[in-house]
Nanobody, 123 residues
């Protein structure tokens, strides 16, 4: 069992920056992938970015160039560093953990999910 806890979401002005954290407890190892998703009210869940234990990174088109995922394996924490935020980035952001798979993990099964952290970007 893996428990995930997101933090760092808040209200921020458009153009600003924010850093989200996903702290994991339980078993994560070299066979795992951690991802960030987001979901706005009335919209489908959207893949943002993912990182493997060996730091192979996958990002959505919307995240590329503005959002940067990283991992600190010493404390089992994955970060999402967001820059030049836009109102369209407003959503609840979730982290998820699942097995390592071949190729882009955006559509893979993720067995563990956090409760999310709210990001609101004002214009």
């Amino acid at each position: 069992q893996v428990n995930l806890l997101e933090s760092g979401g808040r209200l921020v002005q458009a153009g600003g920056s924010l850093r989200l954290s996903c702290a994991a407890s339980g078993r994560t190892d070299s066979s795992s992938t951690t991802a960030w998703f987001r979901q706005a009210p009335g919209k489908e869940r959207e893949f943002v970015s993912a990182i493997t234990w060996h730091e192979v990174i996958y990002s959505s088109d919307s995240a590329n160039g503005r959002f940067f995922i990283s991992i600190d394996k010493t404390i089992d924490t994955v970060y999402l560093q967001m820059h030049r935020l836009k109102p369209e980035d407003t959503a609840r952001y979730f982290c998820a953990a699942g097995p390592l798979v071949i190729g882009n993990p955006r559509n893979q099964r993720f067995d563990y999910w956090g409760q999310g952290t709210q990001v609101t970007v004002s214009s």
